[in-house]
């Protein structure tokens, strides 16, 4: 009987060993400093993935705090996501013009209410519905803090003074980095929240030099690089100013990764200079990254298990 109650036991622990989730890797700066210093390059390397739209897989749609907490127990993350504005102007976090692919609504999402998405549900990207929920942006702010570091993509029509309130009500100086897409719009964000990061769209050296005569100073950029790699003289230039590099993956770069796993395109990647890697492959980064990291030997105080 002992014999059998011991076998029981360690088949009971191999069944709770096997469904007990993994644990959360959550990012955290104590100072708006602290974060810069990590981005300007000062902290030491450590590369990190950005969750493209939040990292959506099946049962966890695109954009949704749900989402966001799911790729915290697949890697410590950078979340990028995508903010609209509803009919009475607040700001909800939804990458599409129209409710149509990701939600149980229709049309514009610029005709609704606040108060009619919330009674709206989210599908994943393989329309199934589920549970969860459009979040505004504060919510998202808030949830994040101490977890993740946000790169915020402001869609067409939404103020840069909208975000930088949000930014500020939520006190995410701390892991917030605002993107924009020209020079002129990076100066905008700059003028407004001088202590801000900005995400500036970076592909070659004269960009850096464009962004720096319209007042964006080096310790305020993380340069993206775009879609395709860059020559690694870019990424040693960009490092040599102090400034982190994100290279987005998704489209051609990630089918090539996914389609030949053995021949190790983040880490090549990696190799080459870059330093964040925006990708809708979360997992299959993620296995690389680990490999590169380890292979170098490379840590971040910044990162608890929870």
């Given at each position: 009987?002992k014999?059998l109650?011991?076998l ?10 096997f469904?007990?989730?993994?644990k959360?890797q959550?990012i ?6 602290e974060?810069?210093?990590?981005l ?6 450590f590369?990190l ?6 990292g959506p897989m ?7 705090i ?5 790729a915290?127990q697949?890697?410590?993350?950078i ?29 514009e999402i ?5 108060a ?7 599908k ?9 929920k459009i ?22 029509g939404v103020?840069f003074?909208?975000?930088v ?11 917030a980095?605002v ?16 202590d ?10 004269e960009?850096i ?5 319209v007042?964006?100073?080096n310790d305020?950029?993380?340069?993206f690089?775009?879609t395709a790699?860059a020559d ?10 102090g ?5 987005g ?8 990764a996914?389609?030949?796993?053995n021949?190790?395109?983040y880490?090549k990647?990696l190799?080459?200079?870059v ?5 809708d492959?979360?997992?299959l980064?993620?296995e690389?990254?680990d490999s ?7 840590k971040?105080k910044n990162?608890?298990?929870?």
């Open positions: 009987m014999k109650n011991f029981f036991l360690l088949v009971f622990a191999g069944c709770i060993s469904v007990a989730p993994n959360k959550y955290s700066f104590k100072t708006p400093k974060f810069n210093d990590f300007n390059r000062k902290a030491g390397a590369p993935i950005s969750a493209h739209r939040g099946p049962g966890f749609p695109e954009n949704a749900e989402t966001f907490e799911n915290t697949i890697q410590p993350v979340i990028e996501f995508d903010v609209a504005l509803s009919k009475d102007s607040v700001l909800v976090i939804m990458h599409d013009n129209k409710l149509d692919r990701t939600t149980t609504g229709t049309g610029g005709s609704y209410t606040y009619e998405l919330k009674k709206l549900n989210l994943d990207n393989e329309s199934k519905v589920t549970e969860f979040p505004t942006l504060d919510e998202v702010l808030n949830w994040g803090k101490n977890k993740v570091i946000f790169t915020i993509d402001v869609k067409r103020p003074a909208k975000i309130d949000a930014v500020r009500r939520t006190k995410s100086e701390t892991n980095i993107i924009t897409y020209n020079a002129n719009q990076a100066a905008e964000v700059h003028h407004l929240a001088p801000l990061m900005i995400s500036a769209s970076a592909r070659k050296i960009d030099e464009r962004l720096n005569e007042g964006v100073p305020k950029i993380v340069a690089t775009g790699a690694k003289s870019v990424y040693e230039y960009l490092h040599a100013k400034i982190t590099c994100i290279l993956t998704m489209g051609n770069l990630d089918r090539s996914k389609a030949n796993p021949q190790k395109v880490e990647l190799a080459n200079g330093d964040i890697i925006s990708t492959e979360l997992v980064a993620g690389q990254f590169y990291r380890n292979a170098n030997k490379l971040l990162l608890t298990l929870k």
